[in-house]
């Protein structure tokens, strides 16, 4: 089980609210950085009282289609096609240098959208191969510890992965210190990233019948203009019930949605190497009415919705998948 320690991986602080959340919308699988299959993790979730989910795997929405195509969705849970796009803030000065786009609702069938994504999956593995180069340039060679990864997987190709193999070449002593001294920002290891911006991932998103939220945002209330911007462009929502928001951010991020007229989510960004999910979700309150309000959101967005409420006949609306329907 690979041991991913990105900037997800710090132990969240627990939240002081309490009730048991039956809504996470963030989450991850081996599909991009997690650890648990798809299968567990719904599992897993459904078994902590999770009834409403979004996997939002790294530019992939392999981990839906694998679940909803499958012979049966393994537990009784609503699941939402879900993103989550690393999206480079090129001009914006943030502590980051990246704004994360979480994507719900997307038809999964869609092609353009697949493309963009499987653009962004190939600009990781460019990086990832650069870095090695790089680190071998820079006196520090990690090839002879990347045997055991499967390097057709865009997927592993993160800087986790490589962290690993500067501690197994005797470079670093922890993920964290890699990042810190070698392949972070301002190291000799660094290599920037390049990929969508996040006014591409938004129109990406929204192209393909989703709604797009941004993610663990806590400078939201320092960046009012910022966000006024990306709305413009078509951001809907911000997500304010984040599991390492402690209550006062949560109460600061949800007036700045409020204000800005962006809607709320939440979810717990599980990816399973810190902790059970038990845990992570023993530490978060979601309230129901986030999933309810994604749920409109996501039927705004789809034509064929908007058909039904006309009285067309139409199919069945694609874009939620519900196990009691199966
Ligand atoms: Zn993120
Ligand atoms: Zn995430």
Do not use: C
Not at 31 to 44: K, N
Not at 294 to 302: D, G, K, P, Q, Y
Request: charged letters at 25%.
């Amino acid at each position: 089980m690979p041991s991913v320690r990105d900037r997800h991986g710090r132990r969240p602080r627990p939240s002081a609210d309490s009730g048991v959340s039956t809504v996470d919308l963030h989450s991850h699988t081996l599909r991009s950085d997690g650890v648990l299959q798809p299968v567990e993790l719904i599992r897993a979730a459904a078994d902590a009282g999770i009834r409403t989910l979004a996997i939002t795997d790294h530019d992939s929405l392999a981990a839906y289609r694998e679940l909803v195509q499958g012979s049966a969705m393994p537990a009784p849970i609503e699941l939402i096609p879900g993103v989550e796009i690393n999206a480079l803030a090129k001009g914006i000065s943030l502590s980051d240098g990246e704004l994360h786009i979480l994507g719900f609702g997307m038809d999964p069938d869609d092609q353009a959208f697949e493309a963009a994504l499987a653009k962004q999956r190939s600009a990781r593995r460019i990086r990832f191969e650069r870095t090695v180069a790089v680190l071998r340039d820079a006196g520090m060679p990690i090839d002879a510890h990347l045997g055991h990864i499967d390097l057709t997987r865009d997927d592993a190709l993160g800087r986790p992965t490589i962290g690993r193999a500067l501690i197994a070449a005797g470079h670093a002593t922890s993920v964290e210190d890699a990042f810190r001294r070698l392949i972070g920002w301002g190291g000799p290891g660094y290599v920037a990233r390049e990929g969508m911006g996040p006014s591409e991932a938004i129109e990406a998103i929204r192209a393909a019948g989703g709604v797009p939220v941004l993610a663990h945002f806590s400078e939201a209330p320092s960046q009012i203009p910022l966000l006024r911007e990306l709305k413009e462009i078509g951001l809907a929502g911000l997500e304010v019930h984040y599991i390492s928001f402690d209550r006062a951010t949560v109460e600061l991020v949800g007036a700045v949605a409020r204000q800005v007229g962006l809607i709320a989510t939440g979810g717990s960004d599980y990816h399973g190497d810190t902790w059970t999910y038990a845990e992570a979700h023993a530490a978060l309150h979601v309230p129901d009415s986030v999933g309810e309000r994604l749920r409109v959101a996501i039927a705004e967005r789809r034509p064929r919705q908007a058909a039904v409420e006309d009285g067309r006949a139409v199919e069945p609306q694609p874009g939620v998948a519900d196990s009691s329907s199966r």
